[in-house]
Each structure stands twice: as structure tokens, then as C-alpha cells.
């Protein structure tokens, strides 16, 4: 499957018949890929379509069970990461990988110090660091702090670091997750000069449109096998998304005008702060009616998850009063918000939504685990909990269709889906829902995206908060944009991605 | 890294690998054993010998695993609620006061089964009430369990010298004790059960509590996997997060699994002092808390794991008593090594063989 390279382009690198098998399950299914010296190359695919495990083979976390690997057309081996940047490899993870409390300087050295002694390692390192700033367009001050640095920035340290170690094959995972629209652009611009100074990119992700923004060619991964590669000028969004699904697939939400009803969820200037006084949502007042879904854009890290957290009862507000279908609601906690009918589907399943080393069916009543259906009295009725466990699964497809399973055992969108299937069918009167998509794959997008208009449609009252732009727009019906725990304006679902993208950088109102 | 995500049967987790961990906690048990001028294998004869050969042999063993039973199921308990209870040492020696107290206040009106469910009930009570300040401390003001547990096995001790020392001692004795309860107040020997399988129980103190202890593994059981106390109790164990979401109570949860932890504990009390000495003695407890841990630990802090590795503890304690008997160059110090060997495969380096083993079980299922 590899792309017909002109005779006079040298490739960076070439992965031959990899093959990598988890037990029973087939990661990676004979994968060819050429990339040509000095281009930007993206690779994307569904969660699980094996891109993690194949580009976790290229920077040595796993051994590939066949097949080699040539850099710049000779054999390697690949034991661990140190050879892996030995062999001029260098990776930029989507949790930035910073000692956050060292300087940009001591982070860039980390590992590459340079003798027992710091001080002629350090004299060297800083020349090195500007150098590499001046040449690529990377300015980050090599003294401040990065805990310190805005996120933009800290991912510039990670690439420093990169090619501080002489990387020449840079590979990035879901880089912009974490980014600003603004953030991003300048994230691409510095990914073009390297491109043009000779680096060779490899950019894993799961957004289209950044793939056709600033690749020049594009692989396709699917169900482990790599099943096409394009010229980047040469296919379509639409084609793209086809190839990784395998079916056709829609992109754009379907959903008729909003109907909205009374407010069944109100917040009054509310002000939540963290454990150390720091406010995090600054006297913030807003309505959600039946019938509507209001989006809550912002750039990841101003005060949304805490709005959410607070709304659910598992944050204590600072001050301020929420209103659930007009009876305050204040220092209820989250089980007794349930019983007033909301439901929550939060952002973090991994660390809230779910317990991964509980089974399937432990989990599909998790907050709901009084009710009687359940069991009556003390007891757990263990049959009761499978059987609608079982049900929920037919309803929302969850694969494996196994309740026993071991949660964590699920990929990201069947699991989102327990989240999904757990909240939604309670049928509750306000569902607010955080991220519903993160790290999910295309198929499960348009089916839980698919729920939320249900819901909203039912004339329920949703509360969407995401950092992905493209879904706010998609769902909402309203827009709120959050910075910097503030509320800085409020836009009809239509309002272009630019306007917001200003006002979730704090600039325009 | 790869292999962490692989499952295995649970034949080959529960059964295989532990016995292969065993395997190497003797193998190297023996080279200590060899280092020092004995034959392991004659070692290993007299030690297993000495533990189950005989009824009264069996005895002590089935004697030592109650109580490590009980510590370990208090142990077992408290995890499951995310909670490190070190402290079952000192719940244990204060659950001794509860036991005695009630045997030394019925003793002499009614018979052994009356004063047992109360003596149940103070061991309990006292047990939970030594850790129910740790426990508020955790659930209320972040004091780390493990810290207050563990200052609380001195403060207990401490309490129980100056009782036993000035207020329960028998006047006009030198012995820091009570007096012998009357058999009102103490547990019967199981003599029927050894006899059942055509041994004699002898000297053994094996007493009606190992029967209290697998009703209460069965409860424990029952407790963690099929109620929703359980359930919360094991939410909040794994993620605090999640149960935080799902609106379980933090504190109320905390409190809760400790004092249960702590009654366990407790209750350990019955099998040594109303069912061996029949008195409350200094020092009874003896670390059985702190073996406890490792019990709970190589169970998996589960009952029918605890039963199993608190009768292999039983084995080390009774067998080993006899090896060093048998063979002086073999002290008690000795023993405790190879204890901490047992500990050290089977617990701490739980996972070592785990790669190897997937590696193999991979090849040979041929996925």
C-alpha cells in the first residue's frame, strides 16, 4: 500500500509487514508505510484501529512480533525509546511528558545532561536551545518555569526536547487536543518549517480537517490494517472518513429547530474555587430550557469542568445558587440530584464516569446502585443488574455484548457508551454532559451525538460542554463561551468558528 | 509493559501463580536452610511433619489460622475500601479487653454459648472503638490512616500494660493478668472435629472461635460483593473519583469499613484468650495484626484466599516451632526469615513470574 514516491525522494523511513499480536487481539495486521524525507505525513484511524500500537513500535514501547523497520533505507532494531532516539526519532506524546516544576532548559536537558557535573552541560545545552529557536521559529524563554508556560508553549518544549536529541523523524500524537484554534495555527506554521528545513512528520489524529490542513500525504488505519494511503491534495474529507469507518458516515449532525420550553436549569452567579482559593468559575449566570441544548465552548482549563463538577453536586460552589426546575439545589450531592431527575455523563470516564476494574454490568449502575430495581434492601441483586446491563447493551450497541467483561477491557467509545447508555436511559430532565466524544471513534460520534438530540428533542434540558469546536457548533443551540471562569459571551449555534475562536482566547467578547 | 494487559484464565491466577511464588519462597528458603548446614529437604520434612502429621499438630496449625483469619479479613475489609489498615495489632489487643470483660462478668451465671454471642459483640465493639478515631481522623481531617493506625497499636498497648498491670491484675499475683475465667466464659475445643478425621487433638487449643472465623469469612463475603454497602465500599477503594460522581458518601464510607475492619479485628480476641488461656494476657495478640497483612495480601483480599494463606501462615508458625525444636541449629529468628520469604514471593514480588508465565501461556494456546 505504499504511495509511488518520485525516484529522487529518499524515505525517512519504511515500516515492512509489521505484524503485532495482544493475545487474542491483532493490532497490527502486516502494515506497510513509507514516508518520504522532509514531508508531513498523518496517520489517522478509529480508536483501536492500531495507530497507538503501531507508532508505539516505531518509538520502542513494543517489539513487533514480524517485520522491520528502515530508517533512511537501512534495518533497525528498536529495543527501547533510548535506541529509538539514537535512530533519530523523537516523539511528542498527547500528555506532555515535562518535569513541570524545572525550567524549559532543564527539561530540554533532561536525560541528555551531558556528564556528572551540570555547569558545562548547561553553557552548551542553552547555545544548543537557541540555536534550535532561532532556526525553527520555536521562541520559548529557556528560564521560565513551565508549569508557568501557557499549554501552546509547553508543547513547543516538546519538540525542543525532540530535536534537542537530534530527532529527524518527529512523530506528534493528537497534538492540537489541548490547543486553542489560534494555538493550533501556530503549531502547524512551526510544523512547516520543519518540514522545509528537512524534518519528517508524522501527525496522529483523529481530526480531518487538520489532516487535510497540513499533510502532504495521509494513511488510513483500520481494524489494525493500514487500508489506503492518499496524496493529501488528491482525496476528501468525506472519502477520508469513509476509509476509516468503512461505511459512509455523517458528519454533520441532523436536527431540526430547537423548541424550547421553562428553564429546568439555572445557575445564578456562581462561583466555584479549587482547594487552594484559586477561582476557577467566576460568578457565571445562565438558563437552560426543555427542549434546548446549550453548548459551553472555552479552551480546555477555564473553569469548565468545575462549572460541571459544581452543577453535579460533587464540587461545593464558593457562592452563588443553582436551580433545578426552579428548587435550589445547593449542597444536595450528587445522589440527591439524581433523584431530582439530572443526569451527568462527565468528562473523565476513565477516572469518574467509570470504575474500569469493575465488570460491565457493576459499572451500568454506578450512582444508581440504591435504587430497588437493583436489589432490595441492603442486597445486590446480581441477576436484575446483568439483565439491564444486557438490555442496555442491545440498545446502544456496546461491543463486546459482554456484561462480565472487565471495563477497562472496552475501547474508548464502548465505553463512553456504558456512560451514555447508564445516564440516558434513567431518563432524566437535565442532562449535562462533559466532552462526550473525547477519544472516542467516528461511528460512536454519530450515535451518541445522535442520543443528545434525542434528548434534547424529548424536550429534556442539555448542558454540552466541549473543547472541541466543531461538536459545540454541531449540537448547540446556544453557545456560551468560557474564559478564564468567565462567561465571555453568548452566540446562536451558527456563530463562525472564528468569532469563537476569538472569544475562547479571551480577546473579543 | 505489553503484557500487564493480557488476562489470564482464573486457574492460572489464582491457582498456578501462587503456587509457583510458593514454590520459590521455599526454594529459597532451602538455601537459607543449606547455607547453614542442614538438609532442606529433612527441613522441609520436619516442618510440614510438625504442622500436619499429627491431630494435636493440626491443631495448633487450625489455631494460628484463626486468628489470622480474623486479622486478615480485617485487613481485607479496610482495602477494599481503599484503606490501609496497619492498626488490626492494637484493634485486636483492645478487642481482647471487650472478650474479657464480658467473660469475666458472666463466667458465672451462664453457660459457654450464652457468654459467647456478647463476648462476639464486646470483641467487636472494642476492636471498632480502637479504630474508630483513626477512621474520623482519615474521613474528617486527612490524618493518613496508615500514620494513625500504627501510633494507635502503641497507644493500645500501652493501655492495656497499665490496665492489666494495675487494674485487672489478680491482687496479691505477680503475673500481669486476670484470673482464669470459669467455664462460663470460655470457648469449647473443637476436639469432634479432629477426632471427625481420626486424630486426637490433645494439648491443642483449637477452640469453637475457627468456626466464628469462617462464618465470618462468609459474611465478609456476603458484605463486599453482594450488597451495595459492599459495593460502595469497593467503589470507593478503586476510584474515589468515581464514587465521588456517583455521590457515595466519603467519610460516611470511611468510618464504616474501619469500624468493621476494626470488629473483625477484634474478634480476633476470642481464640486466644477465651479460647486458649482463657484469660486476658499481656502481649496475647503476639503480631498476629501484622501477619494479618500479609494474609490479606496473598489472599487477594479475598475469604477463600485468606482461609488458604492464613492456614499456610499456620503451617509456618506451628511447623516451624516443631523445626526448630527438631533441629536447635534452626532458631526461632530462623523461622521469621523464611515467614519473610513467604511474604516477600508471594506478596511483594506477586507479579514477577507474571510476564513469563502470559509469555508461555500465549505460546501454548497458541493465540
Redesign the interface.
Known amino acids: 500500500m505504499s504511495l509511488d514516491l518520485p525516484k529522487e525522494i529518499e524515505p525517512a523511513i519504511e515500516l515492512v509487514g509489521i505484524d503485532k499480536k495482544f493475545g487474542a487481539v491483532h493490532a497490527n495486521k502486516n502494515i506497510n508505510l513509507t514516508v518520504a524525507k522532509g514531508s508531513i505525513h498523518g496517520v489517522i484511524g478509529e480508536n483501536g484501529a492500531g495507530k497507538s500500537t503501531l507508532m508505539s513500535i516505531l518509538y520502542g514501547f513494543y517489539h513487533a512480533d514480524q517485520g522491520e523497520i528502515r530508517i533512511s533505507g537501512k534495518p533497525i532494531a528498536i529495543r527501547d525509546s533510548q535506541a529509538a532516539i539514537a535512530a533519530g526519532i523523537g516523539m511528542v506524546h498527547q500528555h506532555f511528558m515535562l518535569v513541570e516544576n524545572f525550567t524549559v532548559l532543564e527539561n530540554v536537558m533532561l536525560g541528555a545532561e551531558g556528564g556528572q557535573l551540570l555547569r558545562k552541560g548547561v553553557a552548551s545545552a542553552r547555545k544548543e536551545l537557541k540555536r534550535l529557536e532561532d532556526d525553527y521559529g520555536l521562541e520559548v524563554d529557556p528560564d521560565a518555569v513551565v508549569e508557568e508556560l501557557p499549554v501552546g508553549s509547553q508543547q513547543r518544549v516538546e519538540i525542543l526536547k525532540a530535536l534537542y536529541r537530534g530527532a529527524e523523524i518527529l512523530i506528534l500524537d493528537e497534538p492540537t487536543g489541548v490547543l486553542t484554534p489560534a494555538e493550533a495555527d501556530h503549531l502547524f506554521k512551526v510544523l512547516r518549517v520543519l518540514r522545509d528545513q528537512g524534518k519528517t512528520i508524522i501527525l496522529i489524529t483523529h481530526k480531518l480537517r487538520e489532516i487535510m490542513a497540513i499533510t502532504d500525504t495521509v494513511s488510513v488505519m483500520r481494524r489494525g490494517e493500514m487500508v489506503a494511503t492518499r496524496k493529501t491534495s488528491e482525496t476528501t474529507v468525506e472519502e477520508l472518513a469513509e476509509l476509516m469507518v468503512g461505511r459512509r458516515v455523517l458528519l454533520h449532525v441532523e436536527k431540526g429547530d430547537a423548541n424550547p420550553g421553562r428553564v429546568l436549569l439555572s445557575v445564578r452567579n456562581l462561583t466555584v474555587r479549587d482547594a487552594r482559593g484559586v477561582t476557577m468559575v467566576d460568578d457565571v449566570s445562565f438558563d437552560v430550557r426543555a427542549g434546548e441544548i446549550v453548548g459551553i465552548a472555552g479552551v480546555a482549563g477555564n473553569g469548565q469542568s468545575e462549572l460541571l463538577e459544581a452543577i453535579a453536586g460533587i464540587r461545593k460552589p464558593y457562592s452563588g445558587e443553582i436551580f433545578i426546575d426552579g428548587k435550589p439545589v445547593a449542597g444536595i450531592g450528587p445522589a440527591g440530584l439524581r433523584d431530582l431527575g439530572l443526569a451527568h455523563i462527565p468528562e473523565d470516564r476513565h477516572h469518574m464516569g467509570l470504575v474500569l476494574k469493575f465488570e460491565e454490568y457493576e459499572n451500568s449502575i454506578l450512582g444508581y446502585h440504591r435504587d430497588p430495581r437493583y436489589g432490595r434492601g441492603a442486597m445486590l441483586d446480581l441477576d436484575a443488574m446483568r439483565k439491564d446491563a444486557e438490555e442496555k447493551i442491545a440498545k446502544y450497541d456496546i461491543r463486546p455484548p459482554n456484561p462480565r467483561l472487565k471495563t477497562a477491557n472496552f475501547s474508548g467509545g464502548n465505553q463512553q457508551k456504558i456512560v451514555v447508555a447508564r445516564e440516558i436511559e434513567r431518563d432524566p430532565d437535565v442532562l449535562i454532559i462533559g466532552q462526550p466524544t473525547r477519544g472516542v471513534d467516528i461511528g460512536a460520534i454519530e450515535f451518541i451525538h445522535k442520543r443528545i438530540i434525542d434528548m434534547r428533542d424529548a424536550g429534556k434540558a442539555v448542558l454540552l460542554v466541549s473543547v472541541e469546536l466543531d461538536e459545540i457548533r454541531s449540537l448547540s443551540d446556544r453557545i456560551l463561551v468560557m474564559f478564564a471562569g468567565k462567561v465571555v459571551g453568548e452566540k446562536t449555534g451558527d456563530a463562525g468558528e472564528q468569532t469563537l475562536g476569538l472569544m475562547m482566547a479571551g480577546i473579543a467578547a | 509493559?505489553?503484557t500487564a494487559?493480557?488476562?489470564l484464565p482464573a486457574w492460572i491466577n489464582y491457582i498456578v501463580v501462587p503456587i509457583l511464588n510458593l514454590v520459590l519462597a521455599f526454594f529459597f528458603s532451602g538455601l537459607v536452610v543449606w547455607a547453614i548446614g542442614e538438609s532442606p529437604l529433612e527441613a522441609l520434612r520436619l516442618l510440614l511433619i510438625g504442622a500436619l502429621g499429627r491431630g494435636e499438630g493440626i491443631g495448633f496449625t487450625l489455631f494460628y489460622a484463626t486468628s489470622f483469619i480474623f486479622t486478615g479479613l480485617s485487613v481485607a475489609v479496610a482495602i477494599h475500601a481503599g484503606l490501609f489498615n496497619i492498626g488490626s495489632e492494637g484493634q485486636a489487643y483492645l478487642g481482647g479487653l471487650g472478650a474479657a470483660l464480658v467473660a469475666l462478668s458472666l463466667d458465672r451465671y451462664v453457660p459457654w454459648y450464652v457468654t459467647m454471642p456478647f463476648a462476639v459483640i464486646g470483641a467487636a465493639l472494642f476492636g471498632a472503638a480502637c479504630a474508630a478515631i483513626p477512621a474520623w481522623l482519615q474521613a474528617k481531617r486527612g490524618s493518613h490512616i496508615v500514620i494513625t493506625t500504627i501510633m494507635f497499636n502503641f497507644i493500645t498497648s500501652s493501655l492495656m500494660n497499665y490496665l492489666l498491670v494495675r487494674v485487672l491484675i489478680v491482687p496479691g499475683k505477680m503475673a500481669p493478668e486476670t484470673r482464669t475465667f470459669l467455664e462460663g466464659g470460655q470457648l469449647p475445643k473443637l476436639d469432634w472435629l479432629i477426632s471427625m478425621f481420626g486424630g486426637k487433638l490433645g494439648a491443642a487449643p483449637l477452640n469453637f472461635s475457627f468456626l466464628i472465623a469462617l462464618v465470618m469469612c462468609f459474611l465478609v463475603w456476603m458484605l463486599i460483593w453482594?450488597?451495595?454497602?459492599?459495593?460502595?465500599m469497593?467503589?470507593l477503594g478503586?476510584?474515589p473519583?468515581?464514587a465521588?460522581?456517583?455521590?457515595?458518601?466519603y467519610a460516611k464510607i470511611v468510618m464504616i469499613a474501619m469500624l468493621i475492619s476494626g470488629g473483625l479485628a477484634g474478634m480476633m480476641a476470642l481464640n486466644p484468650v477465651m479460647g486458649a488461656s482463657a484469660r486476658l494476657q499481656i502481649e496475647f495478640v503476639g503480631g498476629a495484626g501484622f501477619v494479618g497483612i500479609a494474609v490479606s495480601l496473598m489472599g487477594r483480599n479475598h475469604p477463600v484466599g485468606i482461609i488458604l494463606a492464613a492456614l499456610l501462615f499456620g503451617i509456618l508458625y506451628q511447623g516451624g516451632a516443631e523445626l526448630s525444636f527438631d533441629m536447635p541449629s534452626i532458631t526461632r529468628d530462623m523461622i521469621v526469615v523464611i515467614q519473610g520469604l513467604v511474604i516477600l514471593f508471594a506478596g511483594a514480588l506477586e507479579y514477577m513470574l507474571r510476564p513469563a508465565i502470559v509469555r508461555l501461556y500465549?505460546q501454548i494456546s497458541g493465540?
Open positions: 509493559m505489553s494487559s493480557v488476562q453482594r450488597t451495595k454497602l459492599g459495593y460502595e469497593r467503589t478503586i476510584s473519583t468515581a465521588g460522581y456517583a455521590g457515595i458518601p500465549q493465540k
